[in-house]
């Protein structure tokens, strides 16, 4: 398991997943930076971590908005010298289960920019930063919903964008190889969330872990996977 505190910035992080994602890492000391479309929610978020002994800061970022994203990595760039993990947990469901044959044009295009435009755009944005803190990783949130190989109807925007993330995941893996920077797509498993609902199996802090993991006890080395708890998905 990887002791050396790193610096790790994750995306949606005022609640569910993301909010455990960075308690879990800031037990573990790393340097934690919370995003969060709104700032009073993050605040919040960060304010009741300090309520439990825990130090994270926070970083105003909207994924939808491309001016968000270049003034989130400015900001990043005058605050840090380097960037060790990006771990792109930011996304939106919009429809609870739903058919491809009933998607809108704007719901289709509201999930993509959010789930896959969003984590390419940041991760172009904060490539300088992720070269200093090399060997560097990104993790990419990604779902069963999103391979190809397993898909069928239903969640239509949310797969879809998540198959994107996915093809974008490989992309960028490729691409930043030769830097030293590690790109996965993960899948957290399905967890009672607000997205997730009552009825999924995992908890919050079960779901966190699966992430986490992957900046503990996994190799730099590995790169270009679609990852879960028990092992790989299908692309």
């Not at 994924?63 to 989130?72: M, V």
């Not at 998607?103 to 200093?132: S, W």
């Amino acid at each position: 398991m990887s002791t050396s505190s790193q610096t790790i910035l994750v995306t949606g992080a005022n609640k569910g997943i993301g909010l455990e994602i960075c308690r879990q890492l800031a037990r573990l000391d790393h340097r934690v930076i919370l995003s969060a479309r709104s700032s009073e929610r993050g605040q919040k978020a960060v304010a009741d971590l300090a309520r439990e002994g825990l130090k994270v800061e926070f970083l105003q970022l909207d994924l939808a908005d491309e001016s968000s994203i270049q003034a989130a990595a400015n900001d990043l760039k005058k605050r840090f010298k380097a960037l060790n993990v990006l771990i792109n947990n930011a996304a939106i469901l919009e429809t609870w289960g739903g058919t491809i044959l009933d998607v809108t044009a704007a719901e289709l295009r509201d999930t993509f920019i959010t789930n896959t435009l969003g984590p390419i755009l940041l991760t172009q944005a904060l490539l300088p930063l992720l070269k200093a803190g090399r060997p560097a990783r990104v993790i990419n949130l990604s779902s069963q919903l999103g391979s190809i190989q397993n898909m069928t109807d239903g969640w239509a925007s949310y797969g879809i964008s998540k198959a994107a993330l996915n093809a974008a995941t490989r992309k960028l893996a490729g691409a930043l190889a030769p830097h030293g920077i590690s790109v996965n797509a993960a899948s957290p498993g399905w967890v009672r969330t607000e997205m997730g609902g009552e009825s999924a199996p995992l908890t919050v802090e079960k779901g966190a872990k699966n992430i986490v993991r992957l900046v503990t006890d996994v190799p730099h080395t590995l790169t270009n996977h679609y990852l879960e708890e028990n092992g790989e998905i299908p692309w």
